[in-house]
């Protein structure tokens, strides 16, 4: 169990120490059910949680023998099975004992393994893994918008249709505007939180979702509340004036930094689920899943440990807890409460448990997931290789130097393209204007191959753009700002950078050995650069004659939701943006397969570019 002072605002609870509550104390001392000088753990409460899940269906996207969603299950159901046992009851735990199940949200990406879900007659493989889990309460996360509201509907239903009862939790987000989500949330499946009964004890629940949500996602008429604080407060509040004792918020903030800053304004939360970072928190003995490694507490500077501490609006220390992502690790919270519902202790066990599939902790696949879940996933994504999106009368060039972060390449053109494509056809149904130009930041596109002439198979277009990354449109930049954006893309010239801009419905020339510009983090300028001397639109419009800006109307700017919130320092400083509902590889793909007909050619995607780019040095 912990040494932190948990709840040093409270009358008088004993000061729990390491030494008096580890697992090696002494047998003759250890008494399940009482704690250090005596103080009695009237009930033990473990939390078995996740978050991040992100339709990795299949397996860790770096080490295939861990993780994935039959394993992943089977896991949680022994956990849940051992710790709901008195017989698991530790000195000082209470053999008065439940186990809640809860996800903090993002239950899936774009991807190969999502794609799998949108095949006509295909079900909606997360939802049946998720309702397989038995989770007892789910936080919205942000991903769960990127195709809309009414494709998260499409889920919720799936999961209810699969046996899933879990309520989706959010005190911040209002769904009244949107009509099928309405409709859910009416039916009590979407609510701000929700009471848990686990052997006669009430757990209360609070969901809560990033006040970023409208900019990184597509919530569309779901509105957030602003003031993040007062909508979780006011929650908890409700919970605790209906005499709910043990309160758990479940977040999805981006990260776990977040969760800290807003416990620093609560009161009453004993403990906190987080997610959207994909921190590891784990001790120095933790078995971990090869390749990943603890990370680093930005406060600190030590390894985060599980759980990370930190003092509420009272003073009274809240563990604050995340298991990373991709389903592979259940994350094990085990605390003590006194009879009066004060947290007194976590156990040490508590911590990461990792999803193996191989050595002494490796789990047997969940039968009914890997056959109904894992087996067709895994045969449509094999499928992808044979799938053939188009074929390329050319090779095509996505290696990163020489290549995409350095100069125009056929592959830089193709996929700008396709997001300026993906731009144009969306801009009605999202209500913005349609885009003129698109700017492709060069480090997006990660193959750093050159794709061979003959076939494009599917699996090819998420390996040149595999990042989540939304299509997003900035209406009606001012000309000044546009040349500034293509000032920053050939800023680090001759360097190979990721922020090197392919572009599509515009061509410039740069010279690489006059004024770089310089920007802060803000994106303001502090040194104007002088590289871009001529730019002009498709249709011949001209934008920059000998290095100035030509008057002229605004322009509106396809480009991923990376780089139009500041990613790369793409200097939008803050201009609006809308994501209109298309991930970065299904733009490409699409555009492949309806634009292009399934052909590219060497006319329109020659080697070497199509002279959109020209470096005048």
Same mark, same amino acid.
């Given at each position: 169990?912990?040494?932190?002072?948990?709840?040093?605002?409270?009358?008088?609870?004993?000061?729990?120490?390491?030494?008096?509550?580890?697992?090696?104390?002494?047998?003759?001392?250890?008494?399940?059910?009482?704690?250090?000088? /005596?103080?009695? !753990?009237?009930?033990?409460? $473990?939390? @078995?949680?996740?978050?991040?899940? &992100?339709?990795?269906?299949? %397996? #860790?996207?770096?080490?295939?023998?861990?993780?994935?969603?039959?394993?992943?299950?089977?896991?949680?159901?022994?956990?849940?099975?051992?710790?709901?046992?008195?017989?698991?009851?530790?000195?000082?735990?209470?053999?008065?004992?439940?186990?809640?199940?809860?996800?903090?949200?993002?239950?899936?990406?774009?991807?190969?393994?999502?794609?799998?879900?949108?095949?006509?007659?295909?079900?909606?493989?997360?939802?049946?893994?998720?309702?397989?889990?038995?989770?007892?309460?789910?936080?919205?996360?942000?991903?769960?918008?990127?195709?809309?509201?009414?494709?998260?509907?499409?889920?919720?239903?799936?999961?209810?249709?699969?046996?899933?009862?879990?309520?989706?939790?959010?005190?911040?987000?209002?769904?009244?505007?949107?009509?099928?989500?309405?409709?859910?949330? /009416?039916?009590? !499946?979407?609510?701000?939180? $929700?009471? @848990?009964?686990?052997?006669?004890? &009430?757990?209360?629940?609070? %969901? #809560?979702?990033?006040?970023?949500?409208?900019?990184?996602?597509?919530?569309?008429?779901?509105?957030?509340?602003?003031?993040?604080?007062?909508?979780?407060?006011?929650?908890?509040?409700?919970?605790?004036?209906?005499?709910?004792?043990?309160?758990?918020?479940?977040?999805?903030?981006?990260?776990?930094?977040?969760?800290?800053?807003?416990?620093?304004?609560?009161?009453?939360?004993?403990?906190?689920?987080?997610?959207?970072?994909?921190?590891?928190?784990?001790?120095?003995?933790?078995?971990?899943?090869?390749?990943?490694?603890?990370?680093?507490?930005?406060?600190?500077?030590?390894?985060?440990?599980?759980?990370?501490?930190?003092?509420?609006?009272?003073?009274?220390?809240?563990?604050?807890?995340?298991?990373?992502?991709?389903?592979?690790?259940?994350?094990?919270?085990?605390?003590?409460?006194?009879?009066?519902?004060?947290?007194?202790?976590?156990?040490?066990?508590?911590?990461?448990?990792?999803?193996?599939?191989?050595?002494?902790?490796?789990?047997?696949?969940?039968?009914?997931?890997?056959?109904?879940?894992?087996?067709?996933?895994?045969?449509?994504?094999?499928?992808?290789?044979?799938?053939?999106?188009?074929?390329?009368?050319?090779?095509?060039?996505?290696?990163?130097?020489?290549?995409?972060?350095?100069?125009?390449?056929?592959?830089?053109?193709?996929?700008?393209?396709?997001?300026?494509?993906?731009?144009?056809?969306?801009?009605?149904?999202?209500?913005?204007?349609?885009?003129?130009?698109?700017?492709?930041?060069?480090?997006?596109?990660?193959?750093?191959?050159?794709?061979?002439?003959?076939?494009?198979?599917?699996?090819?277009?998420?390996?040149?753009?595999?990042?989540?990354?939304?299509?997003?449109?900035?209406?009606?930049?001012?000309?000044?700002?546009?040349?500034?954006?293509?000032?920053?893309?050939?800023?680090?010239?001759?360097?190979?950078?990721?922020?090197?801009?392919?572009?599509?419905?515009?061509?410039?020339?740069?010279?690489?050995?006059?004024?770089?510009?310089?920007?802060?983090?803000?994106?303001?300028?502090?040194?104007?650069?002088?590289?871009?001397?001529?730019?002009?639109?498709?249709?011949?419009?001209?934008?920059?004659?000998?290095?100035?800006?030509?008057?002229?109307?605004?322009?509106?700017?396809?480009?991923?939701?990376?780089?139009?919130?500041?990613?790369?320092?793409?200097?939008?400083?803050?201009?609006?943006?809308?994501?209109?509902?298309?991930?970065?590889?299904?733009?490409?793909?699409?555009?492949?397969?309806?634009?292009?007909?399934?052909?590219?050619?060497?006319?329109?995607?020659?080697?070497?570019?199509?002279?959109?780019?020209?470096?005048?040095?």
């Amino acid at each position: 169990m912990s040494d932190h002072p948990l709840r040093r605002a409270a009358a008088p609870v004993a000061l729990l120490t390491a030494a008096a509550l580890t697992a090696g104390a002494s047998p003759a001392a250890a008494d399940p059910g009482r704690g250090p000088g /005596g103080h009695k !753990a009237d009930y033990t409460l $473990t939390v @078995l949680h996740a978050n991040d899940l &992100e339709s990795a269906l299949l %397996g #860790a996207p770096a080490d295939p023998d861990y993780g994935g969603a039959a394993r992943f299950t089977s896991l949680v159901e022994d956990l849940r099975a051992e710790e709901s046992s008195p017989r698991a009851a530790r000195p000082g735990e209470s053999k008065r004992r439940g186990v809640v199940t809860l996800s903090s949200g993002d239950m899936y990406l774009a991807g190969p393994e999502l794609s799998a879900a949108r095949q006509e007659g295909a079900p909606f493989y997360d939802a049946v893994a998720a309702a397989h889990t038995d989770w007892d309460a789910i936080a919205f996360g942000n991903h769960e918008f990127d195709f809309g509201p009414d494709f998260y509907a499409d889920y919720i239903e799936a999961y209810r249709d699969a046996g899933g009862e879990a309520p989706f939790l959010s005190a911040n987000a209002d769904v009244s505007g949107e009509e099928r989500l309405a409709e859910l949330a /009416g039916e009590g !499946a979407i609510v701000p939180s $929700t009471i @848990l009964r686990e052997r006669g004890e &009430e757990i209360g629940v609070v %969901g #809560a979702i990033t006040p970023e949500l409208p900019s990184i996602s597509s919530p569309r008429d779901v509105t957030i509340d602003p003031d993040l604080r007062a909508s979780v407060q006011g929650a908890v509040d409700d919970l605790t004036d209906d005499g709910v004792d043990k309160v758990i918020l479940l977040s999805h903030l981006q990260g776990i930094g977040n969760e800290r800053a807003l416990v620093r304004e609560l009161r009453d939360v004993d403990i906190v689920i987080a997610g959207g970072g994909g921190e590891v928190q784990a001790g120095p003995d933790t078995p971990l899943v090869p390749g990943d490694t603890v990370t680093e507490d930005p406060e600190t500077g030590e390894p985060m440990g599980y759980p990370l501490w930190v003092d509420d609006s009272g003073g009274v220390q809240v563990p604050v807890v995340q298991a990373n992502s991709d389903y592979k690790y259940v994350g094990r919270l085990v605390a003590d409460f006194d009879s009066d519902g004060e947290l007194i202790g976590v156990a040490d066990r508590s911590g990461p448990v990792r999803v193996s599939g191989t050595g002494g902790d490796a789990v047997e696949p969940h039968p009914a997931v890997q056959k109904e879940v894992h087996e067709p996933v895994q045969a449509y994504v094999d499928d992808l290789a044979e799938q053939v999106a188009a074929d390329s009368e050319v090779p095509l060039d996505g290696v990163r130097d020489p290549g995409v972060r350095t100069r125009e390449t056929n592959l830089g053109n193709l996929v700008a393209d396709a997001v300026l494509a993906a731009g144009r056809a969306k801009a009605g149904e999202y209500g913005v204007p349609e885009p003129q130009i698109a700017l492709q930041n060069g480090g997006g596109i990660r193959n750093n191959s050159v794709i061979p002439s003959g076939p494009v198979s599917e699996l090819d277009t998420f390996s040149i753009v595999p990042f989540t990354n939304q299509v997003a449109v900035v209406p009606e930049i001012p000309r000044a700002q546009v040349k500034e954006l293509l000032e920053n893309g050939v800023s680090r010239m001759p360097a190979a950078d990721g922020r090197f801009a392919q572009v599509a419905g515009v061509s410039f020339d740069y010279d690489a050995s006059r004024t770089a510009q310089e920007l802060d983090d803000e994106g303001n300028v502090l040194t104007e650069g002088e590289r871009v001397r001529e730019a002009e639109l498709a249709d011949g419009t001209p934008i920059v004659r000998d290095g100035e800006m030509v008057d002229g109307p605004p322009i509106t700017v396809a480009t991923v939701d990376f780089s139009a919130a500041g990613g790369d320092q793409y200097p939008f400083r803050g201009a609006d943006y809308t994501v209109v509902g298309t991930v970065h590889q299904q733009a490409l793909s699409e555009y492949l397969r309806e634009d292009l007909d399934g052909t590219v050619t060497a006319e329109d995607y020659p080697e070497g570019g199509a002279g959109r780019i020209t470096r005048l040095d």
